[in-house]
C-alpha cells in the first residue's frame, strides 16, 4: 500500500509533541480526526507507532523508527514539489548551499561560465539544517561539513582541512604557537547535539564568538572559518592532533539534474587540496 504523505506528516506532528491535542492545534485540524488519522496509518504500516497511556504519549521502537524516515521522506517530496513549480514557471536556477568558511566563488564561477544562461545563487546552511535544507529543494547542492545524517543524500567528500581552537584572548593557552587536545583537558565545549536543560542553542558562527568571548566555553572550528571570521577578543590556536574537518559535497539522492552533475565536477575540479 502506498503510503499517505498526509498521515505522515501527521505521524511527524504527533512524534515532535507527544501530545495529540497540541498536534491537532499545530495542524489545524480536530484532535478526533488527527487520532482516526493516526490509527489508519498504524493500520497501514502494520504497527504501532505510539503507546497512549494515562501518562502521555510516548514513541514505540517502530515509531522511532518511522520518525527517522519520515522526516527526510517529507523533505524530498517538498522537494519535488517546489523544484516541478520552478520548472512551470520557466525558471531555469541552481542554488549552492555553504557553511562557514567554505568558499564557493570559484566553483560558482567555473559553473556559469559553462552554463551562462542559468541563475546560480549561494546560500549559507548552518550544522542544524544542512540536510534539511538539501531535502526539501530549498538548495540543490551544498558543501557540508560532517557530522551529518546520509539518509536521503548523495555525498561526495571534497577536502580535509586543520582544526584551531577558539578561545577568549585572556585564556591560559591564547599566547601559544599550537596545542594538543591533552591541552584542553577540563575545559568547558559549547555543546550542540546534547545540550543540557536551559542551555541556548547555538548554531551560528557568530553565537560561537559570543559564548567564547563571556568564557563560557570553548570550540573548535576549521581554519577557513578563523581566517574568515576574526574579531580581537578572540584568538586561535592550531590543534595539531585534532581530527581534520571534512568538507563534502551532498545533493538528494536519486535526483538526476543535470546542473546539479555539472556543479559538482566544477566543484570537484577547484576543491582545495587536503
Given amino acids: 500500500m502506498d503510503l499517505d504523505l498526509r498521515k505522515v506528516r501527521y505521524f511527524v506532528a504527533v512524534a515532535e509533541l507527544l501530545h495529540f491535542g497540541r498536534a491537532a492545534e499545530r495542524l489545524h485540524i480536530a484532535q478526533p480526526v488527527l487520532s482516526r488519522q493516526i490509527r489508519a496509518l498504524e493500520k497501514d504500516l502494520g504497527a504501532e507507532l505510539f503507546v497512549r497511556d494515562s501518562h ?11 520518525l527517522e524516515d519520515a522526516r527526510p521522506l517529507l ?36 559553473f556559469t561560465a ?3 544562461d542559468i541563475e546560480a545563487n549561494a546560500r549559507r546552511v548552518e550544522w ?3 540536510e534539511q535544507l538539501i531535502l526539501d529543494g530549498t538548495v540543490d547542492i551544498a558543501y557540508v561539513r560532517q557530522p551529518i545524517r546520509p539518509d536521503g543524500l548523495e555525498l561526495r567528500p571534497l577536502y580535509g582541512e586543520p582544526r584551531v581552537a577558539m578561545l577568549p584572548d585572556r585564556h591560559r593557552l591564547a599566547g601559544k ?12 565545549w559549547i555543546r550542540y547535539n546534547d545540550p543540557r536543560p536551559g542551555d541556548l542553542p547555538l548554531r551560528t558562527i557568530e553565537e560561537k564568538f559570543e559564548c567564547v568571548a563571556a568564557g563560557v566555553a570553548i570550540t573548535m572550528v576549521p581554519r577557513s572559518a578563523a581566517e574568515q571570521y576574526s574579531r580581537p577578543d578572540i584568538v586561535y590556536v592550531p590543534v595539531v592532533d585534532a581530527e581534520p574537518d571534512r ?10 539534474s543535470p546542473l546539479v552533475a555539472a556543479f559538482a565536477a566544477a566543484a570537484v575540479a577547484v576543491a582545495a587540496p587536503d
Fill in 128 to 130: 542544524d539544517d544542512q
Fill in 56 to 66: 502521555g504519549v510516548t514513541l514505540t521502537g517502530a515509531g522511532d523508527q518511522f
Fill in 114 to 116: 559553462e552554463h551562462p
Fill in 177 to 188: 604557537q599550537e596545542i594538543s587536545l591533552a591541552d584542553l583537558d577540563g575545559e568547558q
Fill in 75 to 110: 523533505a524530498a517530496a517538498d522537494g519535488a514539489r517546489r523544484r516541478a513549480s520552478q520548472a512551470a514557471r520557466g525558471r531555469r536556477r541552481l542554488v549552492v548551499g555553504f557553511r562557514a568558511g567554505v568558499v564557493v566563488t570559484r566553483a560558482l564561477r567555473a
Fill in 247 to 256: 568538507v563534502l559535497l551532498a545533493w538528494a539522492a536519486g535526483r538526476r
